[in-house]
């Protein structure tokens, strides 16, 4: 089993920088590609960002290329996502995800295990 444990939300305002954390326990991290999904009020789950074990490959959604940063230290188990230039659109509950494999996707279904999500919310 694996338990992933989000931290970091809050209230910022637009323009402002976030950076959630998610905790990893259980079997070892470093064989997980690692996500963050987000969910918006009245909207479906989506895809944000991935990493693969290693670090060295990355996805971000288009809607926050250039803005958020995904990273990982497996020494840590810890996955971060460094949101900056934050917007009202990116409030949501923000979620870590984990799936076995080297495959990298953005695929919702795809991921095995969830965390129980943190609130981030944009002001304008």
């Known amino acids: 089993q694996v338990q992933l444990v989000e931290s970091g939300g809050g209230l910022v305002q637009a323009g402002g920088s976030l950076r959630l954390s998610c905790a990893v326990s259980g079997r070892t991290s470093s064989w997980f590609i690692m996500g963050w999904f987000r969910q918006a009020p009245g909207k479906e789950r989506e895809f944000v960002a991935a990493i693969s074990w290693s670090g060295g490959n990355t996805n971000y959604a288009d809607s926050v290329k250039g803005r958020f940063i995904i990273s990982r230290d497996n020494a840590k188990n810890m996955v971060y996502v460094q949101m900056n230039s934050l917007k009202p659109e990116d409030t949501a509950v923000y979620y870590c995800?984990?799936?076995?494999?080297?495959?990298?996707?953005?695929?919702?279904?795809?991921?095995?295990?969830w965390g129980q999500g943190t609130q981030v919310t944009v002001s304008s």
């Open positions: 995800a984990a799936r076995f494999g080297t495959a990298m996707t953005t695929s919702l279904g795809a991921f095995n295990y």
